[in-house]
C-alpha cells in the first residue's frame, strides 16, 4: 500500500507455492471422486462456447458473491494471465459488489489490492 | 416438458408481469436509498467495458451459485435478449454447476426448463 | 395487487394455519433437542435490554439476507404487531438490501406486499 | 395433515416425476461437464468405506443447512429407502438445526411432514 | 485475554488504519458504480425512522448471520460509538446465534473478545 | 508440508488452547440464552439412534459446505477421537466437496493437511 507495509500475509507467489502444496496432499490423499471433482473443474474452465477470459470472469463473479478470498485470489490470477484489463476487472466486481451487497466490501477491498500487486509485479 | 404438462406455475409473460407489479409497488413505498439501490442495479449491467451480453452471463452465475430462482429467470431472460447462444448459456451455469455444486441442480433443471421455453416462444 | 388478482398461494391467515399445523407435527415427532431449540428459539425474542420490537426488526434483518420468505414472513407479522411504522419497516429492509445485495430484491418484493396486505388487514 | 389439506402441492411421487422429466431435458441439452458432474454426484454416494445410509444422511445433513427443499426431500427418499429409522432422521436433523440455526426450520417442518408421507405411504 | 496473549492479528486501532488504507485505494479505482455502492452503504445507516444505534445493530446481526468478521467488528466499533450497552450488544448477538446457529460460534467468541477490547481502550 | 513449513498460524494444540480461552470468555459474558445454545450444541452430538462418529460426521460436512474453518477443524478433531478411518473421514469430505462445490476446496485442503497433523502427532 501507499506507506509501504504489507496487506497480506503472504504475496501471491508464496500463496501459489502453499497453494500447490496443499493441492498435491490433497490429491495424493483423495479418493477417486474428489480427484475427478479436481478434474472436472479445471475442464470447466476450458474456452468453449465462451473464451477462456469469459469463463474466468464468471469464475471471479461466483467466488466473490460466495465470499471465498482464496478462490477470488485464484480466479483474479487467472483472468490477469487471460489478459482481462483494470476496467473490465473492475466492472465484473462491482457485479458481484451489487448481486452480493456490502458484505462482498472486504473482499473487494483485498481483491483490488491484490489486482494491483499483479499489475506491478508484471505477471 | 415432453408430456405437455407445465413445469412452472407461471410462465414467463406472467411471471414478468408479476414481477412488474411487485416492483411498482415496492417502488412506491421504497424510501430514498432503496430507489437509489434499483437505480445502481440497472446501471451495473449496462455496457462499459464489458459488453451487455458479458455482464447479463455474470449476473446469471452470481444468481446461479446464490440460488435465487428468481434472479436466475431474470438473467435468463436478459441473456437471451442479448443473443446469447445456447453453448455460451449452457457452458455459463456449468460454471455455476461446478463451483455452487450439486446444491444447485435444482435451479439448473429449472433454468434449462426455462430456456427451451424462451426458445421456443420465439421471444 | 392493484388489479386485484392475488400476488399469493396463501394469505396470511392461511399461511398461519399451515404453519401451526406443521409445527405441531414437527413437535410431536422432535427429539428432546428439537424442542428445546423451539423453545430457546422463542425466548429471544423476549424483551430484555432490548425492546421485542427491536428483536423482531433483528430477526427481519437476519432472515432477509439469509433469504428465507417464511422467516420474513413470520417477523414482519410479529414487527407489525408490536407496532412497528411503516417507515421503520422499509429502513430495516433497506439494511438488508444494502447488506445483502440483489439477491435480496425478490424477497423485498414480496415483504413490501405482505406488509400491505398486513395494514389492510388491519390485524 | 391432521384435518387431510394437503401441505404440499406435489405428492412425492408426482414430484419425482417431474424431478425425472426436468433431470432429463437437463442432460439432453447439458455439455459434457455437466454429464461427468452429474455422474460424480451419483458416485458420491455409492457404499465405500461410509456405508449407503450414511451417505444419504450426510447429503440430508448438507442439504438442509444449505436449506434446499428439493435436495432435503431427495435425501429424505433416499434415507428411507436405505432403512433409516424414524430416530435417526431425527437425530441428523436435530445437527442441522444446531448447525444451521432457526432459519433451517421451515425446511424442518417440510422434512418431517414428507417423512411421515413416506412412512404413511409404506414406500 | 487471560493470560495476557493477543488473540487478534491486529488490535482494533491496526485494523483500522488497515481498512482505511485499502478503502482508499479501492475508492481510486472503482468505477461510478462501486463509487455510488459505497455512498448509498454510508447513506443507510444515517438516523431516520430508526435511529442510529439501532440500525448499527441491525448491521450487526446482518453481518453475523452471513459470518464476515470485518463486518461484524466495523459494526461493533459503530454499535459501541452509538452508546450500545453490553447486554444490548450481546442480545443482539443472541439473535444471530439462534437464527444463524452454531456455524456463527467462531464469530460470536472473537466478536465477544472484541467488545471487550473496545470497553478496555475506553474507545 | 513435504518441506516442513507450516501451513497454519496455529497447531492443533495451540488453536485449541486459543478456542478454549475465547468460550470462557463468551460465556462468561453470555446471557441465559446463549449460555443454552451452548448446551444444546453439545448435547445435539450425545450418542443416540446414531452414534457419535456419525453425528460428527454429520456435523463436519455441514461445516464443510457451510465453509467454517473452525468448525472443520472441531468436528475434525472429534471425529479422530471417535475413531473415524482415514477413508471415511475422505469420503464425508467427498460428499460435502460434491454438494457445496469448488468453492469448498481451500477448505477440503486445509482439512486434509489437519487430518495429516492429526495422524502424525497421534492424538
Redesign the interface.
Known amino acids: ?3 509501504g507495509t504489507p ?1 497480506f500475509d503472504l504475496d501471491i507467489e508464496s500463496w501459489q507455492a ?2 500447490e ?6 490429491l495424493q ?6 480427484k ?3 478434474s ?2 479445471s ?3 476450458r474456452a ?3 473464451d477462456a477470459k ?2 474466468e ?3 471471479l ?8 478470498d ?2 477470488i485470489l485464484y480466479h483474479t490470477i487467472r483472468c490477469h494471465e487471460e489478459g482481462t ?4 476487472y ?17 473482499h ?3 481483491a ?2 491484490r ?2 500487486e499483479l499489475e506491478e509485479s508484471g505477471k
Not at 490423499?29 to 474428489?34: D, W
Open positions: 500500500m501507499a506507506d496487506v502453499q497453494r502444496k496443499l493441492n498435491e496432499h490433497t490423499n483423495a479418493n477417486l471422486e474428489i475427478r471433482f479436481f472436472l473443474d475442464q470447466t474452465y468453449g462456447a465462451l469469459t469463463k470472469l464468471l469464475g463473479v461466483a467466488s466473490a458473491v460466495l465470499r471465498c482464496d478462490c484489463s483494470a476496467a473490465e473492475t466492472e465484473a466486481m462491482n457485479v458481484a459488489l451489487v448481486v452480493g451487497g456490502s458484505i462482498v466490501i472486504p473487494l477491498r483485498r483490488m489490492a489486482w494491483k
